[in-house]
């Protein structure tokens, strides 16, 4: 789903440029410690289509810039969404690509996608500010999963392990907020919207992508709510 054709019935289905779970809902809750400050800078890592990026920027975050290393998306997203700078870029360029540093770097269900994820929260750290906020919004590892990595989330974040990746990559970890029953509702509710626009997704992509969407997503919940899979706002700062 991280190709631009799987981005864009992304947002068909959740009715705005967004790829991750909870929508609005779940940008306002990940940024409710984060006070509204025209003048800071923030960095959306894994932007996609843009729409949390200009969501918070419309909202008075600050400025917002971001990355995604799909062109397509990256293109679409400029002619969407000009007062948002963005990027073609790959987590681990990032330093050789934006000139900036920022005060606020967030990901919203992207670093789960991320194979080197303690070189990637170094990297980023080369572009904080002293004292920059880290807001990772993600899937993590259930209480009732095993040692063996879920093959729908590899990466899903185990929560005994990301104060130390943190640490190492030069960040100070925060509170952890668990979001286990809102990822189980947002996905209910999400995979009812897949039936509902049905005619939808298949008049993009035909009744292959409708066939693939809906089992991944149902099969997604039903991992979620029988707890091998959760979610969680992670948060830190730069040390």
């Given at each position: ?161 990301i104060a130390a990746m943190l640490r190492d990559a030069g960040w100070e970890p925060g509170a952890v907020e668990d979001l286990n029953l809102d990822y189980a509702r947002w996905y209910a509710t999400f ?49």
């Amino acid at each position: 789903m991280n190709s631009f054709e799987g981005k864009r019935i992304l947002a068909l289905i959740r009715d705005g440029d967004y790829a991750h779970a909870g929508e609005e809902e779940a940008i306002d809750g990940s940024f409710r410690s984060i006070p509204k400050n025209p003048d800071q800078w923030m960095l959306d890592v894994g932007c996609g289509r843009g729409g949390s990026a200009d969501y918070l920027r419309r909202n008075g975050w600050g400025h917002v810039e971001g990355i995604d290393r799909d062109a397509e998306s990256i293109e679409y997203a400029r002619m969407t969404w000009p007062e948002v700078g963005l990027h073609v870029c790959d987590v681990l360029d990032i330093a050789r690509t934006v000139s900036r540093t920022f005060d606020v770097i967030y990901m919203l269900n992207a670093f789960y996608a991320f194979d080197r994820q303690r070189e990637a929260l170094a990297e980023l750290r080369k572009v904080a500010k002293p004292d920059a906020r880290l807001v990772i919004f993600d899937y993590t590892v259930g209480a009732k999963a095993d040692d063996t990595p879920n093959p729908m989330m590899p990466h899903a974040i185990r929560l005994s392990e990301i104060a130390a990746m943190l640490r190492d990559a030069g960040w100070e970890p925060g509170a952890v907020e668990d979001l286990n029953l809102d990822y189980a509702r947002w996905y209910a509710t999400f995979v009812e919207r897949i039936q509902l626009k049905r005619a939808e997704i298949e008049k993009i992509g035909g009744a292959d992508w409708y066939n693939f969407v809906f089992s991944m997503y149902s099969g997604l919940h039903g991992v979620i709510a029988g707890g091998e899979l959760g979610g969680a706002i992670v948060h830190a700062r730069a040390t």
